[in-house]
């Protein structure tokens, strides 16, 4: 790496030769102004003497009539070359490392643009502690070659209290391209001119590291030929024009492992990849924690990388073992947000309580009492310094490290009792908004608000409702427990009830085993057997349809029965023989799902709850094929495929398609295999549903099979190929690798 300098120049002398033109003053009418000596001030001027004195800047700011700040800014050059001892000023350097990891694909996004003929200035950007210094340092060192007139840097300090004036930059840079400081204009815009003109003239390559805003940078920009400038900043600098952007995030799993492996080496690491992978994991992929956590176990020979794992798994202590030396991911995190105002310290405080993973304007607008436009605003802005990630559009996220840094804020800066004052708002906001969006999907005769219900925004439609219910489902599953603690029963239950309806449209979300676990505990909680009763079947729908689990569905169910039982509530009876049946069916007991169906069959007919009958007798149609009575489940399937009109608003398209993949699976087991082609084809899955992936999966399974059966082999294998990647997107494993052995068997 190379760069042009002068071996007499100083940022000091050039600063106060500027400053002195500036104020119309020769040599010696400074020196009478100051009383510093004229030879003592061209010494300075010149490079000679780099770092006077407080006193004699006192001095010379007092004669030059300088501001607080302009005072400041000369002492702060004084002091910097007073630090390097008098030794001749070196370009600012940027320090590579011998374990980079990563980064390709920006690397040769950036040696594209380097050396390219229209790009002529890059803003990388992104959160403190994403390497973005090492990553240019690194371009620096792989196209230093591709730039004749050498590479130059500048740091900005951005970050810093003070951050470096374009005015002062710009000396720095003029110095290091040659230009000797007598030569350096006065004039603000003379100088700017002069630095453009110079690197039009030139290939060479600047960094300008840590940039502060848009205001420091600008000046700093090359004109549209010539050189290439490198800027790194926190912030995209989204006002500056004419200058390409990448967005510098964490590393990949991958990357992250490489790296704490070439920084602790095989010795350190052979045979711990799981602790590896647990503590990239823990930094988040931020490759300054990872760089912590590798230079700690270097320092520390007798501990492992389990071992520290176990340490930093604690969040209370995470960011206090993210500590090497004077490198820290909290004090990084801290730099961002020192310089926010109080309102923004305020969100990104309060967004810690969000219990979810990311957010919307209008949930984090409760956290601040604030109005949705004026968040979205403010979560725009910490999108801009690094300390939040939009996800998606209008979605908002904090880094785990960058939550457990505002919690700690928020800790130490709002009293408890305020903090749990917001929280249980939230948590009261999120579910009073799930029950008004799940409203829409409700079938007559659904519970009314609960009484004093506060006005919430409800949505405007269906698909709204679905949409926010989907956006936010970790949030209003996460609000549970928060209003358990809190003993708000009533509000717990009134959401498993309005969002019963809606939960048959997304069978597989793990949210409505937590949803309906609270409303359980809720109802067990006021002594509410009746209702406890109803959420315990739930619970057992929520086990055996979305997650498989069929042992623990039978077992609520029969709790479910027991309490129903001992309440005389029928209904809830008939239901919990449906899931019993069901779970006894996917248990392989099929005689036993057959007696279970007839009972509740019988319940639903005493209760008249026409919907909960037909679907028992379709699973009882499903017992009866699989204890080898095709011929009758056949004709019940059919029997009911014609009369499923039914009386439930929004299933009638399910229910048909549901018996339609029974009638071809009845067709399959009697082994006709046409008739069973046929069958399939007619199964399609309703638009209107959510999560059908095994549903689809098991269709196409049946028409493979018969497929196969009248000799259509690559038909058939695309549909088990397909099949395969959805059971394994819906998360059954055993019948994805079911599958998985078909498709070699058919080779």
């Given at each position: ?103 390709e694909p920006e690397l040769a996004e950036l040696e594209s643009l380097a050396t390219g003929t229209r790009t002529r200035a890059v803003v990388l950007f992104g959160p403190g502690g994403q390497g973005k210094t090492t990553l240019a340092a690194e371009t620096l060192r792989r196209l230093s070659g591709s730039f004749p007139d050498g590479c130059v840097c500048v740091q900005l300090h951005g970050m810093s209290d003070s951050p470096l004036p374009a005015d002062e930059a710009l000396v720095l840079l003029l110095t290091a391209l040659g230009l000797p400081t007598e030569r350096i204009p006065v004039d603000s815009a003379a100088r700017e001119a002069a630095y453009r003109a110079a690197l039009a003239t030139r290939r060479a390559l600047v960094v300008l590291d840590d940039a502060a805003d848009e205001t420091q940078t600008r000046p700093l920009l090359p004109d549209a030929e010539g050189s290439f400038v490198l800027v790194t900043s926190r912030r995209p600098l989204a ?509």
């Amino acid at each position: 790496m190379t760069s042009h300098t002068s071996s007499l120049a100083t940022p000091f002398g050039g600063t106060l030769r500027s400053l002195r033109r500036a104020a119309r003053l020769t040599l010696e009418e400074l020196s009478e102004a100051s009383g510093v000596s004229v030879r003592a001030l061209g010494d300075m001027e010149r490079g000679r003497s780099r770092g006077p004195q407080r006193r004699t800047v006192d001095a010379l700011a007092a004669a030059l009539g300088l501001d607080g700040e302009q005072r400041e800014r000369l002492q702060r050059l004084a002091d910097a070359g007073r630090e390097r001892g008098g030794a001749p000023t070196p370009p600012y350097l940027l320090r590579t490392v011998p374990d980079f990891t990563g980064r390709e694909p920006e690397l040769a996004e950036l040696e594209s643009l380097a050396t390219g003929t229209r790009t002529r200035a890059v803003v990388l950007f992104g959160p403190g502690g994403q390497g973005k210094t090492t990553l240019a340092a690194e371009t620096l060192r792989r196209l230093s070659g591709s730039f004749p007139d050498g590479c130059v840097c500048v740091q900005l300090h951005g970050m810093s209290d003070s951050p470096l004036p374009a005015d002062e930059a710009l000396v720095l840079l003029l110095t290091a391209l040659g230009l000797p400081t007598e030569r350096i204009p006065v004039d603000s815009a003379a100088r700017e001119a002069a630095y453009r003109a110079a690197l039009a003239t030139r290939r060479a390559l600047v960094v300008l590291d840590d940039a502060a805003d848009e205001t420091q940078t600008r000046p700093l920009l090359p004109d549209a030929e010539g050189s290439f400038v490198l800027v790194t900043s926190r912030r995209p600098l989204a006002g500056l024009e004419g200058v390409r952007r990448i967005r510098l995030g964490g590393l990949s799993g991958g990357e992250s492992a490489t790296l704490l492996e070439r920084i602790l080496g095989a010795p350190r690491t052979d045979g711990q990849s799981e602790a590896i992978t647990r503590l990239t994991e823990l930094c988040g992929h931020l490759p300054l924690a990872l760089r912590i956590v590798g230079n700690r176990l270097s320092s520390r020979p007798s501990w492992t990388p389990t071992r520290l794992a176990g340490h930093l798994a604690d969040e209370e202590r995470r960011l206090s073992g993210l500590v090497a030396g004077d490198l820290a991911v909290r004090g990084a995190l801290a730099l961002s947000y020192g310089q926010l105002t109080e309102p923004h310290r305020l969100l990104l405080r309060r967004l810690s309580l969000v219990p979810g993973h990311d957010t919307g304007p209008d949930l984090a607008a409760v956290l601040t009492g604030e109005d949705p436009l004026t968040t979205g605003d403010s979560l725009d802005l910490l999108v801009d310094r690094g300390l939040l990630e939009e996800t998606a559009p209008g979605r908002y996220a904090l880094h785990d490290l960058v939550r457990l840094f505002a919690r700690e804020r928020l800790d130490g800066e709002e009293p408890e009792s305020v903090a749990r004052e917001i929280q249980l708002r939230l948590a009261d906001w999120l579910l009073r908004s799930a029950s008004a969006a799940g409203r829409l999907f409700e079938a007559p005769g659904a519970p009314e608000p609960w009484a004093g219900e506060p006005a919430v925004s409800a949505p405007e439609s269906a698909a709204d409702a679905e949409e926010w219910l989907i956006a936010e489902r970790s949030n209003w599953a996460g609000a549970l427990p928060l209003m358990y603690a809190a003993g708000r029963h009533a509000e717990i239950l009134h959401t498993s009830r309005t969002l019963y309806w809606f939960s048959d449209r997304w069978t597989q979300w793990p949210e409505w085993r937590t949803l309906f676990s609270y409303g359980a505990r809720s109802t067990a909680a006021v002594g509410d057997r009746a209702a406890e009763a109803h959420q315990l079947n739930c619970l057992a729908w929520a086990h055996g349809v979305g997650a498989y689990q069929y042992e623990q569905a039978e077992q609520l169910a029969r709790r479910a029965l027991e309490l129903a039982t001992e309440t005389g509530d029928e209904g809830q009876q008939a239901w919990a023989w449906s899931y019993i049946t069901g779970a006894l069916l996917s248990l392989d007991r099929p005689a036993e799902a057959a007696e279970a169906a007839a009972k509740a069959i019988l319940l639903f007919e005493a209760v008249g709850d026409t919907a909960g009958k037909a679907v028992s007798q379709r699973v009882l149609g499903k017992a009866l094929r699989e204890s080898g009575r095709a011929e009758e489940a056949l004709a019940l399937h059919r029997a009911l495929l014609d009369t499923s009109a039914g009386d439930v608003p929004g299933l009638t398209e399910f229910v048909q398609a549901l018996l339609r993949h029974e009638i071809a699976n009845d067709l399959l087991a009697l082994q006709r295999w046409p008739e069973a082609v046929a069958a399939y084809r007619t199964v399609t899955t309703p638009l209107a549903r959510g999560d059908l992936d095994r549903f689809q999966a098991q269709a196409l399974t049946g028409l493979a099979t018969a497929l196969h059966h009248c000799g259509e082999l690559p038909e058939a294998r695309e549909h088990l190929t397909r099949a395969h990647e959805l059971f394994t997107a819906a998360g059954d494993t055993a019948s994805a690798a079911k599958t998985a052995t078909t498709i070699e068997r058919l080779g």
